[in-house]
């Protein structure tokens, strides 16, 4: 019997389900399962199990000392894979990864790929026009505007989240050799992925209608869809007190900054306020800790827009945008 593929892919169409086999020693096995009904979603459920001859037996992976829960067993061929509950379990658990998943090649999961990713584009295009029409009137335009921004939010979230693959390297005696390779993203599926999964944030943020009841005022926390935090709170002789962070696609991509705006820095005209300070930002080179914070405020949205003389090297985050306001937590 033939060696089994260190990673096999399998997709159910009517589910819209992903299911990736990843061969980790001799006989263990990652199992991954992840939903697209949504495109772009990170909605996904990993198990960890042994493989005997055609079938995978397996178990949610969790951490030292928990509960494993279910167990499963993933039987099937080269053609397709079928996940069914072990036999005499009580209560089993996380039914949805069950039934029929059927083998996929490398050139159609690019192609779904391309079409999750233009699903999600499609779908944030329709929830940026519903908003334009359907927001409140002070929020309308913000549709536009944040539109306006999104080619430079997505170009700064894929320099973070996709690495391309390493290019493939000709052997140096065969014709025409070269180490360059094959590496364009366009045919990477990680690639499409990534661009589809942005997307979705995208589009959960434009689906969202701006809180109401905040008449424009500063007090609040604000979020950006894409890991960004804002907090205000203003003082009783009119200061503003001002956290921003940031964890954009992983921990290592932060930032955290605060400060104080002083009350004369605070303007308010024709139902927009802007406030302007320079904030210190701790442990980085002289040169880049000084950081001009600029912010506007009206209707149920914040934006931010920041610039220093220098940024520290290898800093991939970001503290620009435009953020949808909350109410200040009850405590």
């Not at 996380?94 to 083998?103: A, C, K, M, Q």
């Not at 584009?121 to 009137?137: E, F, I, V």
């Not at 690495?163 to 599926?189: H, I, R, T, W, Y």
């Not at 600029?294 to 800093?315: D, I, M, Y």
């Amino acid at each position: 019997m033939a060696e089994p593929a260190p990673v096999s892919h399998f997709y159910d169409e009517a589910g819209q389900r992903y299911l990736t086999l990843r061969s980790t020693s001799t006989s263990g096995v990652e199992v991954g399962i992840r939903w697209a009904a949504d495109p772009g979603s990170t909605a996904a459920w990993m198990g960890q199990g042994t493989r005997k001859d055609n079938q995978v037996v397996f178990a949610a992976l969790v951490d030292e000392g928990q509960d494993r829960g279910s167990y499963f067993i993933a039987k099937g061929g080269e053609s397709k894979m079928e996940i069914s509950f072990r036999p005499g379990q009580k209560m089993p658990q996380d039914p949805g990864i069950l039934g029929i998943y059927r083998r996929v090649s490398d050139e159609k999961r690019l192609q779904l790929a391309r079409k999750e990713f233009q699903a999600a584009d499609d779908r944030l295009n329709a929830a940026l026009k519903t908003a334009s029409r359907m927001w409140p009137g002070a929020d309308k335009p913000v549709a536009a505007d944040w539109k306006t921004g999104w080619p430079a939010l997505l170009s700064r979230w894929m320099k973070i989240a996709y690495q391309a693959p390493e290019p493939v390297k000709v052997k140096s005696n065969q014709p025409f050799a070269s180490d360059k390779g094959d590496a364009l993203p366009e045919k990477d599926v990680q690639y499409w992925l990534k661009l589809a999964q942005a997307t979705a944030l995208a589009y959960s943020f434009a689906q969202q209608a701006p809180g109401l009841g905040s008449a424009g005022a500063w007090d609040g926390e604000y979020d950006d869809g894409f890991g960004g935090h804002v907090s205000i709170r203003r003082a009783k002789d009119g200061r503003l007190r001002v956290n921003l962070s940031c964890t954009r696609v992983n921990e290592n991509q932060g930032a955290d900054l605060s400060g104080q705006i002083s009350p004369d820095a605070v303007k308010s005209k024709n139902g927009e306020s802007t406030a302007e300070a320079v904030f210190v930002e701790a442990e980085v080179p002289e040169d880049a800790k000084d950081i001009t914070v600029s912010l506007k405020r009206a209707g149920g949205f914040l934006w931010v827009e920041t610039k220093r003389k220098a940024t520290p090297v290898g800093s991939l985050s970001w503290l620009d945008g435009i953020y949808r306001w909350s109410p200040v937590p009850m405590e």
